[in-house]
C-alpha cells in the first residue's frame, strides 16, 4: 500500500508535468495572471485552454515521445533513465524545448511574465543538473523541481500574492516527494536532499537577483 501511494505521488510530481502543474496554478490562481493581449494571435484562439494545451504538448507530450525513441533506438535503457550519466543527453534536450518557449511567451505569445520565469528556472535546475551529472553523481530531479517550485509559492507569498496555507500545502507536499522517492529506492538520501538543495537555491538565488 505504501509503494502504491509513493508511486502516485512520484508520478504526479513527475518534473515533466510540473510546467504543466505551473501553469495552471498561474492561469487559475494567482491575481497575477491577467494575460494581456497577444500581437500575432486572434482572441479566440488565445486562451487559457489554448496557454494551457500548448504547455502540455510541448514540455510533457513532446519530450516523452522524443524519450521513447531513445530508449527504442538504445540511446537510453529505460524511460526511467538510473543513471547520471543516461540522463544527459535528455536534459539537454528539455533545456533546448524551454528555451524555446521562454522565446515564444516573451515575443510572440505575451504570456504573463510569470511564465518566463517558471520555465527559467527550469532551464537554471537543468543546466546545474547537468553540471553535477558530468561528475557522475546522481541527484533527484523530483525533488529539486519540487524544491524550486515551492521556494517560488514562497516567494508569491512575500509578495502577498499567494497564502499560507498554499506554502503549508507545498511544504508538505515537497516533503511526500522525498519520503516517496525514498520509499521506492529511487534515490539515496544524499541524492534526494541534494535535489532539495539545487532545487530551492536555484530559485531562491534567482529570485533574490532579480530584486537588484
Known amino acids: ?17 510540473l510546467p504543466t502543474i505551473s501553469t495552471v496554478f498561474i492561469l487559475f490562481f494567482l491575481p497575477v495572471a491577467d494575460i494581456p493581449k497577444p500581437l500575432h494571435l486572434s482572441d479566440s484562439m488565445f486562451t487559457d485552454t489554448t496557454i494551457l494545451v500548448y504547455v502540455i504538448i510541448s514540455t510533457a507530450m513532446v519530450p516523452l515521445s522524443i524519450f521513447y525513441y531513445m530508449q527504442k533506438k538504445s540511446k537510453i535503457d529505460s524511460i526511467r533513465m538510473h543513471t547520471a550519466k543516461e540522463r544527459i543527453l535528455p536534459s539537454i534536450i528539455l533545456i533546448g524545448i524551454h528555451f524555446v518557449n521562454m522565446v515564444l511567451f516573451l515575443s510572440w505569445i505575451h504570456a ?8 527559467l528556472a527550469a532551464f537554471v535546475i537543468l543546466v546545474s543538473y547537468i553540471a553535477v551529472s558530468l561528475f557522475d553523481f546522481k541527484i533527484s530531479l523530483h525533488t529539486s523541481s519540487i524544491a524550486a517550485f515551492t521556494v517560488a509559492i514562497l516567494v508569491l507569498y512575500f509578495m502577498h500574492i499567494t497564502t499560507w496555507i498554499l506554502v503549508l500545502a507545498m511544504f508538505c507536499l515537497c516533503v511526500f516527494v522525498g519520503v516517496a522517492r ?31
Open 112 to 119: 504573463p511574465l510569470l511564465f518566463f520565469v517558471s520555465l
Open 182 to 212: 525514498w520509499v521506492l529506492q529511487a534515490h539515496s538520501l544524499s541524492q534526494i536532499l541534494s535535489g532539495y538543495a539545487l532545487g530551492g537555491v536555484s530559485i531562491f538565488l534567482y529570485a533574490v537577483l532579480s530584486l537588484f
Open 1 to 17: 500500500m505504501l509503494h502504491k501511494i509513493a508511486n502516485f505521488i512520484s508520478y504526479l510530481t513527475h518534473p515533466l508535468w
